[in-house]
């Protein structure tokens, strides 16, 4: 590459800028509110850990694994030896392995949330990225239904909050692993008399790992998936009741589902409740939202035995669906923007502005174009700037004023444009006004 060449980023992997920022910072605090409210306590984990938790958490015969993680070897150390580490295709294994680790179900369960970027190695599209980012919550340490129904409601209530409407959640339960064991027997029985129409695929999948080919997108396969064994059928008495308690819940706070008896996530960590939101404002359907029950996740990475729900949800799709829906995000716009016609009277402007800003007003100061101090422009395209900027009020600060110890204040989304000279000495009280009338 030659020294001065153009550097991009790396296909899939988008920068966020403004005003676009804004989306996320305004979603991301929708979320921290609500979590807040539901008494979900945020955690952040590295975006970097073990390959093998990802291996052993997610399950070897998964598309994450085997296809789509972006995994190296670290450098050896003194010894020669060198770890083996992946960035963080999704959260859960790491919030698990945090738990793990820090003992932090030693006082009794916890409610978590996390939000950060995550990596997969697949085609970049429309709201699906190789670095994207995911809300995720983890009930750890809870058995019960009602904590399946509580993360299933939380995501509910975000949908609303946030204007979104028309999607549809859907259910379903993988029982315990004694009865997906029965069903596992008589679904590969029932594949073996299938393999005609199974794709390369699902024949490879189908003694590993067949509850997964039920997954399948093949359209050549549907008809042969959906006479398959239902899991559903081999469900015992607990598990059923299980997931009744939590049917029962969401119709108490009219949520609606509906049973989807095909529905299998896509890792291998899961048993009892498993559920996706979906939408059909990404154009063909589209899960936003994902999870369920990991009763046997914390002892396979190392823990103690217990139980855990959880969900992840897209953020870069949720966003795309506000756009789709036409939600209008507030866009950030200063307060005040400061007008100097001279460049003499900086000091005196920077002692006045960082009042207002520790009154708690958002200042844009106006600064001299192309690198130059010389001057600061004309008045007129000050103006400009200050109009562009969506601040409510003007602030000049001209040499004659500054001397009698003024500032001329000038409304500029009234219409009228009215001006009034304000004494420096009261800037904070007029701040504090101005804060008190938004």
Known sequence: MAKNEKLTAVKGMNDILPPDSARWEWFEAKVRDLMGRFAYRNMRTPIVEPTALFVRGLGEVTDIVEKEMYSFEDRADKHGQAEHLTLRPEGTAGVVRSVVENNLLYEGGK??????????????????????????????GFAGPELDAEVILLAA?????????????????????????????????????????????????????????????????????????????????????????????????????????????????????????????????STICGGGRYDYLIEEIGGKPAPAVGWGM?????????????????????????????????????????????????????????????????????????DGSGARFALIFGSDELAQGKVTVKSLRDGEGQQVQQALADVALWAGSLKSAV
């Open 111 to 140: 409610r978590l949330f996390y939000i950060g970027q995550m990596f997969r190695r697949e085609k970049p599209q429309r709201g699906r990225y190789r670095q994207f980012h995911q809300v995720g919550v983890e009930a750890l």
């Open 157 to 285: 209530q975000l949908w609303k909050e946030l204007g979104i409407e028309g999607v549809r959640l859907e259910l379903n339960s993988l029982g315990q692993p004694e009865e997906r064991k029965t069903h596992r027997e008589a679904l590969i029985a029932y594949f073996e008399q299938h393999t005609e129409v199974m794709d390369e695929e699902a024949k490879r999948r189908m003694y590993s790992n067949p509850l997964r080919v039920l997954d399948t997108k093949n359209p050549a396969m549907q008809e042969m998936v959906n006479a398959a064994p239902r899991l559903m059928d081999y469900l015992g008495d607990a598990s059923k009741a299980h997931l009744k308690a939590v049917q029962d819940i969401l119709d108490a706070n009219d949520v609606a589902w509906s049973l989807n008896p095909r529905l299998v996530r896509g890792m291998d960590y899961y048993n009892l409740t498993v559920f996706e939101f979906i939408t059909d404002k990404l154009g063909s359907q």
């Open 314 to 386: 897209g953020v870069e799709r949720v966003l795309e669906v506000l756009k789709e829906v036409g939600v209008e995000i507030p866009q950030p716009a200063a307060d005040v923007y400061a007008i100097i016609p001279d460049a003499s009277v900086l000091p005196q402007v920077f002692k006045t502005v960082q009042q207002l800003r520790a009154a708690g007003v958002a200042v844009q100061m106006h600064a001299a174009a192309g690198g130059s101090a010389e001057g600061m422009g004309s008045m007129k395209s000050q103006f400009k700037k200050a």
